[in-house]
C-alpha cells in the first residue's frame, strides 16, 4: 500500500495514512487520459456554428438573364454558390461533438490521472481545511505554507467558507469529491485532498 503523511492547515503532520494503490499508485495510462480530455472537451463545445446554404439565402427565385442568346453560361439562381452572395457549400451546421466512451475507460483514466499526482510527488492530504471566516488572505497563507500557486483542491462535503475564499483566485478551483474530474487533475499541476475526499475516491474507484 501506498503511504502519504496528513497534515492539517498550518502545514503540521498530524498522522500517516495508506492509500489504496488500485487508485493512487496504478499505472499511468496516458492514452486513457487523452482520451477522456478529448471526451470531456469535445463535450463542452456548443456545436452551434452554421453558414447559410443556397435555400436558406434569400433572393434568387427567378433566372437572372435568359437561357440562350446572352453569350454567358446558363443560370438558374443569382444565389447559386458560384454567384457573390449565394450560398455556401458543404459549410458548417449545428452538430453535437459529444462522443461516447465506456465506464471502465473513465474509471481507469480517473485512476491514471490520480496516480501520476501521487507518483510526481504533487499530491497533499489534509485531515481537514476549516477556515474561520471568509477570507481570501487567510486562505492565501495556506498556500504560502504549502509553497502552491496552481492547484485544485478536492473535499468530501459543502465547504462553504473555502469555496468563497478561493473563488476570486484564478489559479485555484475548489470541487467536491464526487465531481472530480480528468481534465482539472491535469489543468491543475497540483492536488490537496481532504482524508475525507480520499475515502469517498477510493469507495468509488478502489
Known amino acids: 500500500m501506498a503511504k502519504i503523511a496528513v497534515y492539517d492547515i498550518n502545514r503540521n503532520q498530524v498522522a500517516e495514512r495508506e492509500l489504496s494503490d488500485l487508485v493512487f499508485n496504478t499505472e499511468v495510462k496516458e492514452y486513457l487520459i487523452h482520451d477522456m480530455v478529448r471526451y470531456q472537451l469535445a463535450a463542452r463545445r456548443q456545436g452551434t456554428a452554421a453558414c447559410k446554404n443556397r435555400t436558406a439565402v434569400a433572393g434568387g427565385g427567378r433566372k437572372p438573364y435568359r437561357q440562350k442568346g446572352t453569350g454567358n453560361a446558363r443560370q438558374g439562381s443569382s444565389r447559386a454558390p458560384n454567384h457573390v452572395g449565394g450560398g455556401i457549400v ?7 461533438y459529444a462522443f461516447k466512451l465506456n465506464k471502465k ?21 489534509l485531515n481537514e481545511i476549516a477556515l474561520e471566516a471568509i477570507s481570501t488572505k487567510q486562505f492565501v497563507q495556506v498556500l504560502d505554507r504549502f509553497g502552491l500557486d496552481k492547484v485544485l483542491f478536492v473535499v468530501e462535503g459543502d465547504n462553504l467558507n473555502l469555496e468563497l475564499s478561493a473563488r476570486n483566485l484564478p489559479n485555484v478551483k475548489v470541487l467536491k469529491a464526487e465531481g472530480v474530474n480528468v481534465y482539472d487533475l491535469m489543468h491543475y499541476p497540483n492536488l ?6 480520499v475515502d469517498q475516491l477510493e469507495g468509488v474507484l478502489a
Open 192 to 197: 490537496v485532498l481532504t482524508d475525507g475526499a
Open 90 to 96: 458543404f459549410g458548417p451546421t449545428p452538430r453535437s
Open 105 to 125: 475507460v473513465k474509471k481507469a483514466a480517473l485512476r491514471s490521472a490520480l496516480s501520476a499526482r501521487y507518483k510526481e510527488e504533487r499530491l497533499a492530504v
